[in-house]
C-alpha cells in the first residue's frame, strides 16, 4: 500500500504541487515533472545541522585573530590575518573589492550560520516564535551569496600560482578556515530547507501565481541583466585584472593572459581551473540563459527537461567564476613588499566581479516556472 503523504509542497523549478511521503532511510523525493530533488531523508538531520553550524561558527571566529598567510623572498617577509587582508585592499583605494570579499566569505556565511543555528535550534525544542519565518527567508535569500568555500579555493589557486617565487606558510587561522569550510559544508547538507517550509506551514502555501505582467516582467527584467553583463564582460577581459611590480618594473595581466602564462609555466591543472571559471562558465552561462529567456518568449514547447536542467546547472555554477577575483584579492593582501615584488588590483577585477554578480541576479529573475507553462492572461 502507497504511503500517505506527510505534506505537500511545491517545486520551485516549475511550480508543481507534489505530495511527499514519509521518507525511509536513503530515500528522497523527486518532482515528477522536472525531477527536481525536493526532500530526502537525513536521520537526525536537525541536531546534526544544528552542531556542525555551531561548530562552523566557532571556526569562522578562530579564522580571524592569528596568521593566515605568510609570503618571503629576498629576505623580506610578509604575513597576514584575514582583517589586515581586507584592510590592505581598502588602502589601495579598492573598497569595493574589500567590501565584497568580506561580505561574500566573511558576514553572509556567519549570517546564514546563524540563522540556521536559530532555525533548527528553535525545531529541536518544537517552537515557533514569530521571527522565524523572515528568518528561514533570510537564510533561502543569502544561501546564493555564500562564498567561502569559493575563497578557499581562489586561495589555493592564489598559493600555487607564486609557490615557485617565495616561500609560502600557512598559519592557525589558515587551518582554522579550512574547518569551517568542512562544518559548514556538513551544515548545508543536513539542512532540509524542504522539511522547515512543512514545519513553519510555508510549504503548503501556493506560490505567486503566473500573469501576463508577471511573466513579461521576469523576461524584461533577464534580458536586461544578461545585456548588462555582456557589456561588463568586455572591460573584464581586456583590461588588466592586476598589476605586478618586480624591482620597479610594472607587468599588467589580463585573465586570458594569467590563464596562458600559467599554461606555458607547466600549471596546466591551474590553467585550466582560471580558464573554466573566469572564460568558459560566464560565457556559457550568458548563453544558456539567452537561450532559455528567448525560449520562453517565443513559448517553446520543446525540451523541457534539458532545459530545466541547464537552469540548475548555470545557476549552481555561475557562483564559481568569482574564483579569479578573490585570487587577486588573496594576491594583493599577501604581495607587498615594496620595491621588491608587490601586486595591485585591476579595474577588470571590479568588471569581472559585476559581471558574476549581474549574471546570478538574471538567474534569479529568471522564473523556471515558465518552462513549463505557457502564457496566461489572467
Known amino acids: 500500500m502507497d504511503k500517505q503523504p506527510a505534506f505537500t509542497t511545491h517545486c520551485h523549478l516549475c511550480g508543481l504541487k507534489v505530495a511527499i511521503p514519509e521518507l525511509d532511510k536513503s530515500h528522497c523525493a523527486q518532482c515528477p ?8 531523508y537525513l536521520n537526525d538531520n536537525k541536531e546534526k545541522a544544528l552542531s556542525f553550524a555551531l561548530a562552523a561558527l566557532v571556526f569562522l571566529a578562530l579564522s580571524l585573530p592569528y596568521k593566515f ?28 573589492l574589500a567590501l565584497v570579499t568580506a561580505l561574500l566569505t566573511l558576514f553572509i556565511p556567519a549570517i546564514v550560520l546563524l540563522g540556521i543555528i536559530s532555525l ?5 525544542i518544537n517552537k515557533k516564535p514569530t521571527w522565524l ?6 537564510v533561502k535569500l543569502l544561501l546564493p551569496w555564500s562564498m567561502a568555500e569559493i575563497f578557499l579555493v581562489g586561495t589555493l589557486v592564489s598559493l600555487v600560482k607564486i609557490a615557485d617565487m617565495a616561500t609560502l606558510d600557512v598559519g592557525m587561522s589558515f587551518i582554522a578556515f579550512c574547518l569551517f569550510i568542512v562544518c559548514m559544508t556538513a551544515t548545508l547538507y543536513f539542512y532540509d530547507s524542504t522539511e522547515f517550509s512543512d514545519w513553519l506551514d510555508e510549504a503548503s502555501l501556493p506560490p505567486n501565481p503566473i500573469t501576463h505582467l508577471s511573466r513579461q516582467k521576469s523576461i524584461q527584467q533577464t534580458w536586461a541583466l544578461l545585456f548588462t553583463a555582456t557589456l561588463l564582460y568586455i572591460p573584464a577581459n581586456t583590461l588588466p585584472i592586476m598589476h605586478t611590480q618586480f624591482f620597479g618594473s610594472i607587468e599588467p595581466s589580463t585573465i586570458i593572459g594569467g590563464v596562458i602564462k600559467l599554461w606555458h609555466t607547466g600549471s596546466y591543472p591551474i590553467a585550466i581551473i582560471i580558464f573554466l571559471a573566469s572564460v568558459a562558465i560566464p560565457i556559457a552561462k550568458l548563453i544558456v540563459l ?31 567564476s568569482m574564483i579569479d577575483v578573490f585570487v587577486v584579492a588573496v ?26 554578480f549581474f549574471t546570478m541576479l538574471a538567474a534569479i529573475t529568471f522564473d523556471s516556472r515558465l518552462i513549463w507553462q505557457k502564457e496566461t492572461l489572467s
Not at 33 to 40: A, V
Not at 77 to 96: M, V
Not at 294 to 311: G, P
Open 33 to 40: 515533472r522536472c525531477t527536481n530533488t525536493l526532500s530526502q
Open 69 to 96: 598567510l605568510s609570503f618571503s623572498a629576498s629576505g623580506q617577509q610578509r604575513e597576514i590575518d584575514l582583517p589586515s587582508g581586507l584592510q590592505t585592499l581598502a588602502e589601495l583605494d579598492f573598497y569595493p
Open 120 to 124: 533548527n535550534g528553535c525545531r529541536v
Open 133 to 138: 519565518i523572515p528568518t528561514f527567508k533570510m
Open 290 to 320: 539567452a537561450w532559455l529567456n528567448w525560449s520562453i518568449q517565443t513559448q517553446s514547447e520543446e525540451l523541457h527537461c534539458r532545459r530545466a536542467l541547464a537552469y540548475q546547472l548555470v545557476e549552481w555554477v555561475g557562483r564559481w
Open 331 to 356: 594576491l594583493v593582501a599577501l604581495i607587498q613588499l615594496g620595491g621588491t615584488i608587490s601586486i595591485f588590483p585591476g579595474y577588470a577585477a571590479l568588471a569581472f566581479c559585476a559581471v558574476v
